[in-house]
């Protein structure tokens, strides 16, 4: 999808050496590097890993200040990214993840306060 979507080409892949993702052969014929890492050491792996906790603390904070039933922490959680990904960073020249990629700027009108209330539309016909 990167490719096709994106016109974007997958340099590098670093995963650990899950057989899940052995992806290897494939990769090859890609002309993309595939890093690994030891099995069962997150610690190896800390960029991945602190982006982690970075999403878990956003989704946390969403959850408590908006004292949303526990059915909906998996809205938290992609709340979280939809925002870190619209976030500028300096890391980006004070651009966000979403710019970089779309190359475009990013639309903050559709944001709301994370648990407000909302109504559902439907159309007449249905």
Partial sequence: MIRT??????????????????LTEYLQTQGTLHQFSCVETPQQN??????????????????FQSQVPNNFWSECVLTAT?????????????QSPYQMLYGRSVDYSSFRVFGCLAFASTLGSH
């Fill in 5 to 22: 979507q994106f016109d974007k080409k997958i340099k590098c892949l670093c995963s650990d050496n899950a057989c899940e993702l052995s």
């Fill in 46 to 63: 800390s960029v991945v890993e602190r982006k982690h906790q970075h999403i878990l603390n956003i989704a946390r904070a969403l959850y």
């Fill in 82 to 94: 939809y925002m870190m990904n619209r976030t500028p960073s300096p890391l980006l020249q004070n």
